[in-house]
């Protein structure tokens, strides 16, 4: 799979390069991630949803098709967290057969390391403003859960990464901004907002680090009373806000045009 995430980027690099137009630069970005499943949101006050911050930051590539169409590729490294918290109303045991006794409160966190490759198609205008439309694909390359108690106080700590799918496929739209960065030169920066929601089901756990699969003999869902009715599917929802800096390499110089995008007539 690394050599996969190596030559991606390397391709892309070797088709734009016979191109007119096309860039190569860095970009980051940090945004807020969901974890969304039905069950976890339907729990009541023993499992909330927290709010979740995520980062990323790596490879931006750009292909200009022409002056209103562009291609943009990217190969980003995020860590995306998933908060939770809750309190015990009763005593009891969840099916794992770990106690929680009333009154006991909790903050989890489900962490995720991904490396994501979207490939955006833009439409630019000559202002600099472009609307993006694309695939986004994830592989998660490693999983982890902590979670600390009070009353009685406890924590824990341990990978969950075989209970997440090892990748995942979303769809995403943003809006963004083009402009050259200094002027009478080739270098550019950008400034995006994108949303992006999952189509895969990507499993997981839920708040109490306990597994979501829907495999034979889980107690989330067998015995007379299942903890819970059914099996749910978990789905990613993403919103970032994102900065770019790049250089165009083109046969034809853009003059003054302040825009990155859009350039050749």
């Given at each position: 799979?690394?050599?996969n995430?190596?030559?991606?980027?390397?391709?892309?690099?070797?088709?734009?390069?016979?191109?007119?137009?096309?860039?190569?630069?860095?970009?980051?970005?940090?945004?807020?991630?969901?974890?969304?499943?039905?069950?976890v949101?339907?729990?009541?006050?023993?499992?909330?949803?927290?709010?979740?911050?995520?980062?990323?930051?790596?490879?931006?590539?750009?292909?200009?098709i022409?002056?209103?169409?562009?291609?943009?590729f990217?190969?980003?490294?995020?860590?995306?967290?998933?908060?939770?918290?809750?309190?015990?109303?009763?005593?009891?045991?969840?099916?794992?057969?770990?106690?929680?006794?009333?009154?006991?409160?909790?903050?989890?966190?489900?962490?995720?390391?991904?490396?994501?490759?979207?490939?955006?198609?833009?439409?630019?205008?000559?202002?600099?403003?472009?609307f993006?439309l694309?695939p986004?694909?994830?592989?998660?390359?490693?999983?982890?859960?902590?979670?600390?108690?009070?009353?009685?106080?406890?924590?824990?700590?341990?990978?969950?990464?075989?209970?997440?799918?090892?990748?995942?496929?979303?769809?995403?739209?943003g809006?963004?901004?083009?402009?050259?960065?200094?002027p009478?030169?080739?270098?550019y920066?950008?400034?995006?907002?994108r949303y992006?929601?999952?189509?895969?089901?990507?499993?997981?756990?839920?708040?109490?680090?306990?597994?979501?699969?829907?495999?034979?003999?889980?107690?989330?869902y067998?015995?007379?009373?299942?903890?819970?009715?059914?099996?749910?599917?978990?789905?990613?929802?993403?919103?970032?806000?994102?900065?770019?800096?790049?250089?165009?390499?083109?046969?034809?110089?853009?003059?003054?045009?302040?825009?990155?995008?859009?350039?050749v007539?």
């Amino acid at each position: 799979m690394k050599k996969n995430i190596i030559l991606i980027p390397l391709l892309v690099f070797c088709i734009c390069g016979k191109s007119q137009s096309f860039e190569l630069g860095l970009r980051g970005g940090c945004g807020s991630c969901w974890l969304l499943n039905n069950n976890v949101s339907n729990a009541g006050n023993e499992q909330n949803y927290s709010t979740s911050f995520y980062y990323s930051y790596g490879l931006f590539i750009g292909y200009d098709i022409n002056h209103r169409y562009s291609l943009e590729f990217d190969v980003l490294s995020e860590t995306i967290n998933q908060n939770y918290k809750g309190s015990f109303q009763e005593n009891g045991h969840l099916p794992e057969a770990n106690y929680y006794v009333a009154g006991e409160t909790y903050s989890s966190q489900s962490q995720l390391y991904i490396i994501e490759i979207p490939a955006m198609l833009h439409y630019n205008t000559r202002s600099g403003l472009y609307f993006e439309l694309g695939p986004e694909y994830q592989f998660i390359t490693d999983a982890g859960y902590t979670a600390s108690y009070s009353n009685p106080s406890s924590e824990a700590n341990y990978s969950v990464a075989n209970e997440f799918a090892k990748s995942n496929i979303l769809v995403a739209i943003g809006v963004g901004w083009n402009f050259r960065l200094i002027p009478k030169t080739n270098i550019y920066a950008f400034a995006n907002i994108r949303y992006a929601y999952g189509l895969t089901d990507i499993r997981g756990v839920d708040g109490f680090g306990q597994n979501l699969n829907t495999t034979t003999g889980n107690p989330l869902y067998s015995g007379v009373t299942p903890y819970y009715s059914s099996y749910q599917s978990t789905h990613m929802q993403e919103i970032s806000l994102n900065i770019g800096i790049y250089y165009r390499f083109s046969k034809h110089y853009s003059g003054n045009h302040p825009t990155g995008r859009g350039r050749v007539y």
